[in-house]
């Protein structure tokens, strides 16, 4: 079965600073996908990067990077100088390769972010 | 990426009647998949929705309660049936382009309000 934790029900920070959103996952699969979602309040889900389980390489993208460590079974999501725009809810995922079966993501429960001016 | 639409985008149903949500996509894609989001919390697959046969339901969720039809590949409907105050949530649309990667790319959502 898969499993994907995230402990940080919610987090609050002033705006401009750091931020890092942890996710730690189960799963059985040797390959697997791992996936950031972010939900604003408006309430539609953006995907923001997706990861394959072979490539441990971490990746920046602007403001955002990410931390995938397979040895903990973790990737973990920094924010940078955060934004009031950033106040979001936060979905890590998890799915199997095309072609192993079920394409059901497997989500955490989600981090709610809150940027305060 | 794929640009997903939904109709209605809210809707507030009285207990007992249905609701019938629309996707649409604006190019073809090999897998659509329906969403539930309960009020707080994460989100959870109802089912597959398959072209031209009856979809793939998760564990918990019938087709009897949610039926699901997808005559093309570019538009999928979710039926929310006999509804009760417990069906208030979240109805999210999502696709994914095998050729592009595993990533779901999600629609706006339904919000749905059974009173």
């Known amino acids: 079965a898969q499993k994907v934790t995230q402990a940080q029900t919610e987090i609050s920070v002033v705006e401009k600073e750091d931020v890092t959103l942890d996710c730690v996952y189960e799963?059985?699969?040797?390959?697997?996908?791992l996936f950031w979602y972010k939900q604003p309040p408006s309430g539609e889900l953006v995907f923001l990067i997706r990861?394959?389980?072979?490539?441990?390489q971490n990746e920046i993208s602007g403001r955002y990077s990410w931390n995938f460590q397979k040895s903990t079974s973790s990737f973990n999501f920094t924010i940078t100088a955060s934004q009031v725009v950033d106040s979001a809810v936060y979905f890590c995922a998890l799915n199997r390769i095309p072609g192993a079966g079920s394409y059901q993501l497997t989500f955490g429960k989600g981090t709610k972010l809150s940027v305060i001016p | 990426s794929a640009v997903i639409s939904q109709k209605p985008s809210r809707d507030i149903c009285q207990r007992g009647t249905s609701l019938t949500i629309q996707c649409q996509v604006d190019?073809?894609?090999?897998?659509m998949f329906w969403y539930r989001q309960q009020p707080g919390q994460s989100l959870t697959l109802i089912a597959t929705?398959?072209?031209?046969?009856?979809?793939?339901?998760e564990s918990g969720f019938v087709i009897d309660k949610f039926p699901i039809s997808r005559p093309n590949l570019t538009f999928s409907t979710l039926t929310v049936s006999n509804m009760s105050p417990e069906d208030s949530s979240i109805y999210l649309c999502?696709?994914?382009?095998?050729?592009?990667?595993?990533?779901?790319?999600f629609g706006p959502g339904t919000r749905l309000t059974v009173t």
């Open positions: 190019s073809q894609v090999t897998m």
């Open positions: 990861r394959n389980s072979f490539d441990e």
């Open positions: 929705a398959n072209q031209g046969s009856e979809a793939t339901y």
């Open positions: 799963t059985r699969d040797t390959t697997y996908y």
């Open positions: 999502s696709v994914t382009i095998l050729a592009g990667g595993a990533e779901q790319y």
